[in-house]
């Protein structure tokens, strides 16, 4: 059984910053595909950033390029999401997900929700303006 443990989250003002981290269990974790997803109240849940199997390619929304970047530590079992410029609009219940191909790479393989088999149980960031 695979496990995905988040942390990180937390309550924090527009501009801060926070490092979220999501941990696997076992070997899961290196063949595979990472992603992040968030779900605000009222809301699907949408795609953030993914990272590949290889942590070579990444893949962002749009609305979070330029502050957010994911990454990878296969020693730790562990993916980052680092969170910079944090706005009001980025609170949400954070997600982190494994993508179901093996050695997936490709935005059609992470990219959508519907793609991943395996997710965490949220943790939350909240941005106060």
């Known amino acids: 059984q695979v496990q995905l443990v988040e942390s990180g989250g937390g309550l924090v003002q527009a501009g801060d910053s926070l490092r979220l981290s999501c941990t696997a269990s076992?070997?899961?974790?290196?063949?595979?595909?990472m992603g992040w997803f968030r779900q605000a109240p009222g809301e699907d849940r949408e795609f953030v950033a993914a990272?590949?199997?290889?942590?070579?390619?990444?893949y962002y929304t749009a609305s979070v390029k330029g502050r957010f970047t994911i990454s990878r530590d296969g020693a730790k079992n562990t993916v980052y999401l680092q969170m910079n410029s944090l706005k009001p609009e980025d609170t949400a219940v954070y997600y982190c997900?494994?993508?179901?191909?093996?050695?997936?790479?490709?935005?059609?393989?992470?990219?959508?929700?519907?793609?991943?088999?395996?997710w965490g149980q949220g943790t939350q960031v909240t941005v106060s303006s």
């Open positions: 997900g494994r993508g179901k191909t093996f050695a997936g790479a490709s935005f059609q393989t992470l990219g959508d929700r519907r793609e991943y088999d395996y």
């Open positions: 076992g070997r899961t974790f290196r063949n595979y595909g």
């Open positions: 990272i590949s199997w290889s942590g070579g390619t990444t």
